[in-house]
């Protein structure tokens, strides 16, 4: 999930660690959002 978030993410280093958690943050939102029907 989010804490290994830059580790699924090439584009991402362990230091940009805040960076990707957001990105797959705002992702899973998404999914949760199309799954409720929002």
């Not at 280093?13 to 949760?32: L, T």
Request: no cysteine.
């Amino acid at each position: 999930g989010i804490i290994y978030a830059y580790s699924k993410n090439k584009k991402y280093s362990p230091s940009k660690f805040g960076e990707a958690a957001r990105e797959k943050i705002v992702e899973m939102n998404q999914e949760i959002n199309k799954e409720i029907g929002l």
